[in-house]
């Protein structure tokens, strides 16, 4: 289990999570090391299912992020929060999660790998774990040296489906949460990136297993709809980096192919890589072929949209 912070005194605090007094958040003054509850302000649900089998993670209870940091020297003040995907079943921790986070710090981002509520909750749960992670760590940005306007989400497969849900429903309210205390913070990413991403619930593209997983045994069209997120495209979309296999076997490239058609009307900043390959799942894997050379077409979008950026005058955040 993760140590519950709330109501320790500050002073004595390796890790520092915000209290919520009046709607002020308390300031932070460390970086975190350890992974920290998303809804801190919330009693934790007890017993926690939570377990890991064959580095898959299943049944999360109590969200949390797992913070990752570059080493000083390269921090340009970016971040990135991560969700592995796993069909709403279960997520891919490690290759999906921790291994892109420490790919990200050798390129100075600070990343934070999310625990999301998957098919023991349903919609709106993982939803509302992804905006409350953006805004977790947004709120948090000053104290941790980070850039508040360099905010980033990535995700593969079902968990790009909820990179994509966070990115087109920014401004998602739900009747189960109406006490939210960072409910005014953004949770608009500045930027996008998507993996092989599970994107439309409905017909012949859809990946029947997440939508099951999400919506139960007989959603509404409407709310299948609601969650094909080609329609929740917007006019303030944020940019789009999407990669997907051109035979995937598992989500159709129908998907990424839907969602670049919508997104391109709105920000031209955006890319779309498609690969010689019918896996799905490939992660950062070496030996994946040409789809092995994504995290390079990666890293040149990333430099050339000026999120790697260094400020000229950094502050320094003692770990």
Not at 69 to 83: K, M
């Given at each position: 289990m993760f140590p519950h912070h709330k109501g320790r005194a500050c002073a004595h605090l390796l890790v520092l999570l915000c209290l919520f007094s009046s709607?002020?958040?308390?300031?932070v003054s460390a970086l975190p090391r350890e992974p920290v509850y998303l809804w801190s302000e919330?009693?934790?649900v007890t017993p926690d299912r939570e377990a890991v089998q064959s580095e898959r993670v299943y049944a999360v209870d109590n969200p949390s992020i797992t913070p990752f940091w570059p080493e000083p020297a390269l921090a340009n003040g970016a971040a990135v929060v991560i969700f592995p995907g796993g069909g709403y079943v279960r997520l891919a921790i490690e290759h999906e999660g921790y291994d892109i986070a420490r790919w990200f710090n050798q390129q100075g981002v600070a990343a934070f790998v999310v625990k999301y509520r998957m098919q023991e909750y349903g919609f709106p749960a993982p939803l509302l774990d992804g905006l409350r992670a953006v805004r977790y760590v947004r709120a948090h940005a000053a104290n941790w040296n980070l850039d508040a306007e360099r905010i980033g989400v990535l995700g593969f497969s079902a968990g790009g489906h909820l990179a994509a849900s966070v990115a087109t429903r920014y401004s998602f309210r739900s009747a189960q949460l109406t006490d939210d205390p960072w409910q005014n913070v953004s949770a608009r990413p500045d930027f996008a990136i998507l993996g092989y991403p599970v994107i439309?619930?409905?017909?012949?593209?859809a990946h029947a297993g997440s939508r099951h997983a999400l919506l139960g045994?007989?959603?509404?069209?409407?709310?299948?709809?609601e969650n094909s997120l080609q329609y929740q495209v917007k006019a303030k979309v944020p940019p789009m980096f999407i990669i997907h296999g051109?035979?995937?076997k598992a989500v159709p490239i129908g998907?990424?192919?839907?969602l670049f058609a919508e997104v391109q009307k709105h920000n031209k900043q955006?890319?779309?890589h498609i690969y010689q390959t019918n896996v799905h799942g490939f992660g950062m894997r070496e030996g994946e072929g040409t789809a092995s050379d994504w995290p390079d077409a990666l890293l040149s979008w990333l430099r050339h949209n000026g999120w790697l950026e260094k400020p000229a005058r950094q502050r320094e955040v003692q770990p």
């Amino acid at each position: 289990m993760f140590p519950h912070h709330k109501g320790r005194a500050c002073a004595h605090l390796l890790v520092l999570l915000c209290l919520f007094s009046s709607g002020v958040i308390a300031q932070v003054s460390a970086l975190p090391r350890e992974p920290v509850y998303l809804w801190s302000e919330k009693a934790l649900v007890t017993p926690d299912r939570e377990a890991v089998q064959s580095e898959r993670v299943y049944a999360v209870d109590n969200p949390s992020i797992t913070p990752f940091w570059p080493e000083p020297a390269l921090a340009n003040g970016a971040a990135v929060v991560i969700f592995p995907g796993g069909g709403y079943v279960r997520l891919a921790i490690e290759h999906e999660g921790y291994d892109i986070a420490r790919w990200f710090n050798q390129q100075g981002v600070a990343a934070f790998v999310v625990k999301y509520r998957m098919q023991e909750y349903g919609f709106p749960a993982p939803l509302l774990d992804g905006l409350r992670a953006v805004r977790y760590v947004r709120a948090h940005a000053a104290n941790w040296n980070l850039d508040a306007e360099r905010i980033g989400v990535l995700g593969f497969s079902a968990g790009g489906h909820l990179a994509a849900s966070v990115a087109t429903r920014y401004s998602f309210r739900s009747a189960q949460l109406t006490d939210d205390p960072w409910q005014n913070v953004s949770a608009r990413p500045d930027f996008a990136i998507l993996g092989y991403p599970v994107i439309t619930l409905e017909g012949p593209d859809a990946h029947a297993g997440s939508r099951h997983a999400l919506l139960g045994d007989n959603p509404t069209p409407e709310l299948v709809r609601e969650n094909s997120l080609q329609y929740q495209v917007k006019a303030k979309v944020p940019p789009m980096f999407i990669i997907h296999g051109a035979n995937d076997k598992a989500v159709p490239i129908g998907n990424s192919l839907a969602l670049f058609a919508e997104v391109q009307k709105h920000n031209k900043q955006s890319e779309l890589h498609i690969y010689q390959t019918n896996v799905h799942g490939f992660g950062m894997r070496e030996g994946e072929g040409t789809a092995s050379d994504w995290p390079d077409a990666l890293l040149s979008w990333l430099r050339h949209n000026g999120w790697l950026e260094k400020p000229a005058r950094q502050r320094e955040v003692q770990p």
